[in-house]
């Protein structure tokens, strides 16, 4: 079974330059999450889809930051104009009751803003 | 103060020794706990889930003290491949899963 796809997995971009994330959660699983990861940090939750609605997005700066999940499956993350302090790893994770709601995660998608 | 805290560390431990981490939660109203594993430049993982009796899987045990607030692993009989990050994983009432900063173990030969 593949598990959430993500992409992509390195970004170099200059400061006030747009940039966006897909993601791909496993077959089946309704829940998705975005999550933001500092160096030497625990995730932080930015925005929670069950299907195509954000159950919880009080964490996204919502001056900057968008997601959708279009059709409740693929989603994505887009940042502009993005900052110097929004380097970090960007980690997407699925769940699904079946699971037991373990979070499966992506290998992220790693953000340098300069 | 956070909702969950960890000891950063580093953990630096011999082969073959047993090590302890704890983790504290704030919120009284939590429902379930975890531990998920964080190799250097990869993705969090699912090591164990912690149950209100305690529970073992292998050489891994854990611990929920909901009096207290605080949840503990046991890693007994130390690998090298146990060097890692260990992240403390809370769910709320609203379902939220809210993740510790994490507590580096380093085993060494």
């Known amino acids: 079974e593949a598990g959430v796809v993500q992409s992509p997995r390195y970004k170099i971009i200059e400061k006030k330059q747009p940039v966006a994330f897909w993601c791909n959660p496993i077959?089946?699983?309704?829940?998705l999450y975005w999550y933001l990861q500092n160096l030497g940090q625990g995730p932080e939750l930015l925005i929670r889809?069950?299907?195509?609605?954000?159950?919880?997005d009080s964490q996204l700066p919502k001056d900057r930051f968008s997601a959708e999940r279009l059709k409740g499956v693929d989603s994505t993350l887009k940042i502009q104009p993005a900052e110097l302090g929004d380097s970090a790893v960007y980690l997407c994770?699925?769940?699904?009751?079946?699971?037991?709601?373990?979070?499966?995660f992506g290998e992220g998608s790693r953000l340098t803003v300069l | 103060r956070k909702e969950v805290e960890q000891d950063p560390g580093p953990f630096n431990v011999p082969e073959g020794a047993t090590v302890a981490f704890n983790c504290t939660y704030s919120n009284s109203a939590s429902q379930s706990f975890f531990w998920y594993r964080q190799d250097c430049r990869k993705e969090p993982k699912l090591l164990m889930s912690?149950?209100?009796s305690g529970n073992e899987d292998g050489r891994f045990t854990a611990q929920l003290n909901r009096a207290s607030q605080y949840i503990s692993l046991l890693i007994r009989d130390s690998k090298l491949s146990d060097s890692a990050t260990y992240l403390c994983?809370?769910?709320?009432?609203?379902?939220?899963?809210?993740f510790g900063s994490g507590t580096r173990l380093l085993v060494r030969p």
């Open positions: 994770a699925s769940s699904s009751p079946e699971s037991g709601g373990e979070l499966f």
């Open positions: 077959s089946g699983h309704n829940t």
């Open positions: 994983v809370v769910r709320d009432s609203s379902y939220k899963l809210i």
């Open positions: 889809y069950e299907n195509e609605e954000a159950v919880d």
């Open positions: 912690v149950y209100s």
